[in-house]
T-cell receptor, first 111, second 113 residues
Framework: DAKTTQPNSMESNEEEPVHLPCNHS???????IHWYRQLPSQGPEYVIH???SNVNNRMASLAIAEDRKSSTLILHRATLRDAAVYYC????????????FGAGTRLFVKA | KAGVTQTPRYLIKTRGQQVTLSCSPI?????VSWYQQTPGQGLQFLFE???????NKGNFPGRFSGRQFSNSRSEMNVSTLELGDSALYLC????????????FGPGTRLTVL
């Protein structure tokens, strides 16, 4: 199963942009890159996903490297409510979900 | 639309017992996945059901089993509980079960004494 590597933790100031990196050097051509986040005492929450092109939604942007071996989740203006563990995962076309979550990045946001 | 619901939210069992957890997906969603989350191992995939069939399976022993009903509701069962089974069990549903986003429930916190 393809694995992802993320920094254990990152820190940001409130209202500043945050770039959360993810390495996935063993990604295959049909793997989608998904990002989820988990706030304290809650289940994970979908943030964004993409295949090859950069993606934007109301929560964040996803920048995917040209070789697809890495990606970056961009929070344009961090708020205190964005403090969470962010997971970068690869979703493979197995005819369903068999997602492998890594340890994720714990994001701390300072006021 | 109501979100994913899981019952019960908290459960205490003793070693050797068995337990059944329930998950009701978002209306219209046919894929239901189960995950185990522990501080030491993080989020681990248990299995996924789609249209009453187990479609994918993680690396857990046979004591962990599941099923899905015709209304897409799912249950997971753990037999002969061990102390190490203490965890947060999360259920997630998806509309098609392929590349779409998964919606997670709040989880069931299982404590094995």
């Amino acid at each position: 199963d393809a694995k992802t590597t993320q920094p254990n933790s990152m820190e940001s100031n409130e209202e500043e942009p945050v770039h959360l990196p993810c390495n996935h050097s063993t990604i295959s051509g049909t793997d989608y890159i998904h990002w989820y986040r988990q706030l304290p005492s809650q289940g994970p929450e979908y943030v964004i996903h993409g295949l090859t092109s950069n993606v934007n939604n109301r929560m964040a942007s996803l920048a995917i490297a040209e070789d697809r071996k890495s990606s970056t989740l961009i929070l344009h203006r961090a708020t205190l409510r964005d403090a969470a563990v962010y997971y970068c995962i690869l979703v493979r076309n197995t005819g369903g979900f068999k997602t492998i979550f890594g340890a994720g990045t714990r994001l701390f946001v300072k006021a | 639309k109501a979100g994913v619901t899981q019952t019960p939210r908290y459960l205490i069992k003793t070693r050797g017992q068995q337990v059944t957890l329930s998950c009701s997906p978002i209306s219209g969603h046919r894929s239901v996945s189960w995950y185990q989350q522990t501080p030491g191992q993080g989020l681990q995939f248990l299995f996924e059901y789609f249209s009453e069939t187990q479609r994918n399976k993680g690396n857990f022993p046979g004591r962990f089993s599941g099923r899905q009903f015709s209304n897409s509701r799912s249950e997971m069962n753990v037999s002969t509980l061990e102390l190490g089974d203490s965890a947060l069990y999360l259920c997630a549903s998806s509309s098609t079960g392929n590349y779409n986003e998964q919606f997670f429930g709040p989880g069931t916190r299982l404590t094995v004494l």
